[in-house]
T-cell receptor, first 118, second 114 residues
Framework: AQKITQTQPGMFVQEKEAVTLDCTYD???????LFWYKQPSSGEMIFLIY??????QNATEGRYSLNFQKARKSANLVISASQLGDSAMYFC???????????????FGRGTQLTVWP | DVKVTQSSRYLVKRTGEKVFLECVQD?????MFWYRQDPGLGLRLIYF???????EKGDIPEGYSVSREKKERFSLILESASTNQTSMYLC?????????????FGQGTRLTVV
């Protein structure tokens, strides 16, 4: 079963509008972290925002916020006031920490290609 | 500025060649990872290492091996390159068991096997 599901292969948004990128996850561990990364066409992975499973408040970083709904196991990324430079691939990822492993490996979704148009 | 550096951005190799992809990090991280990225499939874990000389298979280890002789360096080896290994390869590092820290990625290596 997929640990991370991103159901939107592509999304389009007009400049200055807000956009939500969906992410659902699957884990039975009580302790985990959720991450969003941005990958421009140049290829580098840029960390955007993090949410811990025990965090009570939704994470925010500038124009990025994470809509964390624990009971639904969803961790949607909201980008407010989209800019042309936001056009990129966006990946949702998860780390689990209570599986008896010290590794904390990251599981990734398949990504959502966001296109911002003027 | 923290860094994960991959030795090549672009690489073209012939079928059957032995290929080495090198990754170096300067953050003294215990964990290092090799991912493969293909369109529509996201990032898939090939191998990871949680200490020097320690390694674990990820989800798609077939056709690959790894080496970690020093903490800062993690090498991915394609024993006999094949065209279906044409892909983007991403190296990452992280601290173990810290839920508050992200993984740091290299710039990626686009490998073409002809």
């Amino acid at each position: 079963a997929q640990k991370i599901t991103q159901t939107q292969p592509g999304m389009f948004v007009q400049e200055k509008e807000a956009v939500t990128l969906d992410c659902t996850y699957d884990t039975s561990d009580p302790s985990y972290g959720l991450f969003w990364y941005k990958q421009p066409s140049s290829g580098e992975m840029i960390f955007l925002i993090y949410q811990g499973s025990y965090d009570q408040q939704n994470a925010t970083e500038g124009r990025y916020s994470l809509n964390f709904q624990k009971a639904r196991k969803s961790a949607n990324l909201v980008i407010s006031a989209s800019q042309l430079g936001d056009s990129a691939m966006y990946f949702c990822a998860m780390r689990e920490f209570d599986r008896g492993s010290t590794l904390g490996r990251l599981y990734f979704g398949r990504g959502t290609q966001l296109t911002v148009w003027p | 500025d923290v860094k994960v550096t991959q030795s090549s951005r672009y690489l073209v190799k012939r079928t059957g060649e032995k290929v080495f992809l090198e990754c170096v990090q300067d953050m003294d991280h215990e964990n290092m990872f090799w991912y493969r990225q293909d369109p529509g499939l996201g990032l898939r874990l090939i191998y990871f290492s949680y200490d020097v000389k320690m390694k674990e298979k990820g989800d798609i280890p077939e056709g690959y091996s790894v080496s970690r002789e020093k903490k800062e360096r993690f090498s991915l080896i394609l024993e006999s390159a094949s065209t279906n290994q044409t892909s983007m390869y991403l190296c990452a590092s992280s601290v173990p068991r810290d839920p508050n820290t992200e993984a740091f990625f290299g710039q990626g290596t686009r490998l073409t096997v002809v």
